[in-house]
């Protein structure tokens, strides 16, 4: 590959680069849609009908081939998973309060758009009720190609892709300097946010020994994990030449999608895709970056995307916690991880799905590295001084986190203790999700 056209995908990166007062917060968040009370996933009838009573919202619907496969408004999606979880992609957004609005009524317009089909939903990261041969199968081209060549590279592949639901927040970044920061910054605290924010702690209506079964899974997902650039200097041009070196999950041409023949990115930026005569694109390359499912991965801005998916103490309080760190305070929070060794993070990666905030790391536990960095973010929010009509400012989504650090329990610990008293999760059957939020 020559120089030119090296620099000419480097240079997408660098086209990311916002100014201090253009920084937004983007929020996808996922549910899982179940049917009554016999908690079957919902099919894909079931999802034509709910994406029907969406129009009403001025939803319009997007296809694949004669299949409805989405929604859209505005900047705003609703995308469908592999075994039919619903995501909203948000806009992105200048405040906590604005993505903790967006996030409130994309669940009240789920639940009107469910009267009358039978669906409920509950939050929690893994489906507590179905294995994966029970779940409905997206037709999704793509959905195909990763269901017969994930599990290649990672065991626990397709439980990632149809059991489980994650909440995923991203950011700018103002310099190259910038995006290093938050993405390094982004990779050590990932043990953190999976102890602070653990929401996945059954399988088959059964405890499963970890409070993140979730992040377990994806612990051994193909193309997952931490990268093992995060813990060197990076820059766009190292980052290009990690991810280029990834297998080509798929391609598409006129609307076709064209399977993998186990050749990198590299390969075919070269010109040698055997499935294709050509070279790669843009275009092209941004649909592989997309194929990486790494804790903190870069497009055109970070993803961070450890969290549970659960109600507001995630895409309210994760959120918040993340950006006060990475807007506010970047350069506090980093002189203090970039001592952290690589080998003590990684263990603390591997420990904290099970182990949660009693995780070690560096000496001390994600107990006490909690209360350190809930500082920093609380200041940092403060610093940012995003008021609501309330005259509020964003530290008003720190309780839950607050909480957390207070009583040493999580979401899931919590969620234990409820399934301790009778060893069942009927408890979920009387859970109200509060569908409404006047935060603004």
Avoid at 46 to 64: G, M, R, V
Avoid at 112 to 125: M, N, Y
Avoid at 338 to 351: F, G, L, R, T
Avoid at 372 to 398: A, C, H, M, P, V
Wanted: glycine residues 6%.
């Amino acid at each position: 590959m020559n120089e030119n056209t090296k620099s000419q995908f480097i240079d997408y990166f660098v086209k990311g680069i916002k100014k201090k007062d253009q920084l937004k917060v983007g929020v996808e968040h996922e549910r899982f849609l179940f049917t009554g009370r016999d908690n079957k996933r919902i099919d894909y009838d079931t999802l034509k009908k709910l994406f029907d009573n969406l129009k009403l919202n001025d939803w319009s619907p997007i296809h694949e081939g004669e299949n409805v496969i989405g929604m859209q408004r505005g900047k705003q999606q609703i995308t469908t998973e592999p075994g039919f979880q619903c995501e909203l992609s948000g806009e992105p957004l200048d405040s906590i309060h604005k993505v903790c609005s967006e996030s409130s009524n994309f669940l009240s317009e789920i639940k009107k758009a469910s009267e009358g089909l039978d669906v409920t939903t509950i939050s929690i990261a893994f489906d507590p009720y179905n294995d994966f041969e029970d779940i409905p199968k997206s037709q999704k081209e793509r959905y195909k190609i990763m269901t017969t060549e994930m599990p290649k590279g990672g065991k626990k592949s397709l439980d990632m892709m149809y059991r489980t639901c994650g909440i995923q927040v991203n950011f700018d970044y103002t310099s190259e300097k910038n995006f290093e920061k938050i993405f390094r910054l982004g990779n050590y605290l990932t043990p953190l946010s999976i102890a602070l924010y653990a929401n996945s702690p059954f399988e088959n209506q059964s405890l499963t020994g970890f409070y993140s079964y979730r992040n377990k899974v994806w612990q051994n997902t193909s193309r997952g994990g931490i990268m093992p650039i995060a813990f060197e200097q990076v820059t766009f041009e190292k980052y290009f030449d990690y991810v280029i070196n990834y297998p080509i999950l798929f391609l598409i041409r006129n609307k076709k999608y064209i399977q993998p023949s186990g050749q990198t990115f590299k390969d075919f930026i070269n010109g040698k895709f055997k499935n294709l005569n050509e070279k790669a694109s843009l275009k092209d390359f941004e649909i592989h970056l997309a194929t990486i499912f790494t804790e903190v991965r870069l497009k055109q801005f970070v993803e961070f995307r450890s969290l549970d998916t659960c109600d507001w103490e995630c895409f309210c309080d994760g959120p918040a916690f993340l950006t006060g760190l990475f807007y506010s305070s970047l350069d506090e929070a980093f002189n203090i991880v970039k001592k952290w060794k690589k080998e003590n993070v990684m263990n603390a990666y591997i420990h904290s799905p099970k182990k949660g905030l009693e995780t070690e790391l560096e000496g001390k536990t994600l107990h006490e590295w909690g209360k350190i960095f809930l500082e920093l973010s609380k200041s940092g929010l403060i610093k940012r001084d995003k008021k609501n009509k309330k005259q509020q400012d964003e530290t008003i989504y720190l309780s839950h986190t607050e909480n957390v650090i207070k009583e040493k329990k999580n979401r899931a610990q919590l969620l234990i203790d409820k399934y301790k008293k009778n060893n069942n999760l009927n408890f979920f059957n009387n859970e109200k999700e509060n569908f409404s939020y006047s935060g603004l």
